[in-house]
């Protein structure tokens, strides 16, 4: 069953402090991977995408990673801000009929 | 990036009553478009995939006499919640790619409050 599992599924950190979040799935077969992040009541944005042969992507203080093998992700956030504040959504697309498999999200909260 | 446009944003109507949310694809055309509904503290549900010119697909569970799902155009499709009633209460997104195995964009998303 195609899945996406997301970890912590919460985590609060201080201003300027960094923050991995994982993303784990067994999408088969595999198109690419998304991470969108999410503000309170707003639709989703993207913030990196990632095909098979990439391993790695940045988007200014967003890093992420992607080990296909191990079918795993990370976003890595560097020197977070109070803005970063959101649910960060890790998003696998299927290759067969481009379906996307959502995870559940893990809730960024940064305290000043 | 490409501009996804979804109006209201946000309605509160009676129950019984219909509401009909737009979503437009406002700088490229989206051959496909798609339904999600998100509850509290959960990620997004697909609801169905718009196509234009056709009929749209329903996931598992999701009652397609309810939610009409209408894709006039390459670049808007409706949704209309018929009958609202408070449980159909939810913040309902669209999303949008010009075509399937690239980047999807969200519209801002309509939170519906259903008295």
């Known amino acids: 069953k195609n899945q996406v599992e997301q970890s912590p599924q919460s985590l609060i950190i201080l201003e300027g402090k960094n923050c991995t979040l994982q993303?784990?799935?067994?999408?088969?077969?595999?198109?690419?991977l998304r991470w969108y992040k999410q503000d309170t009541g707003r639709g989703p944005v993207s913030l990196t995408i990632?095909?098979?042969s990439e391993n790695t992507k940045s988007n200014g203080r967003y890093t992420a990673t992607l080990d296909a093998d191990t079918k795993q992700s990370s976003l890595h956030i560097t020197a977070s801000q109070l803005s970063d504040s959101a649910s960060y959504i890790c998003?696998?697309?299927?290759?067969?009929?481009?379906?996307?498999?959502w995870g559940a999200g893990t809730k960024l909260i940064i305290k000043p | 990036g490409a501009v996804v446009s979804q109006h209201p944003s946000r309605v509160i109507c009676k129950s019984g009553t219909s509401v009909k949310i737009e979503c437009r694809s406002l700088?490229?055309?989206?051959?496909?478009m798609f339904w999600y509904r998100q509850f509290p503290k959960q990620s997004l549900m697909l609801m169905a995939t718009?196509?234009?010119?056709?009929?749209?697909?329903?996931e598992q569970g999701v009652e397609k006499d309810k939610f009409l799902i209408n894709h006039a155009s390459l670049t808007l499709s409706t949704l209309t919640v018929t009958s609202a009633h408070p449980e159909d209460s939810s913040f309902y997104i669209c999303?949008?790619?010009?075509?399937?195995?690239?980047?999807?964009?969200f519209g801002q998303g309509t939170r519906l409050t259903v008295v």
């Open positions: 700088d490229f055309q989206a051959t496909t």
């Open positions: 998003v696998v697309s299927e290759a067969s009929n481009y379906q996307l498999i």
């Open positions: 993303c784990n799935y067994t999408v088969s077969p595999f198109s690419n």
């Open positions: 999303s949008a790619r010009p075509s399937m195995n690239t980047e999807a964009f």
């Open positions: 718009s196509n234009e010119g056709s009929k749209a697909t329903y």
């Open positions: 990632m095909t098979f």
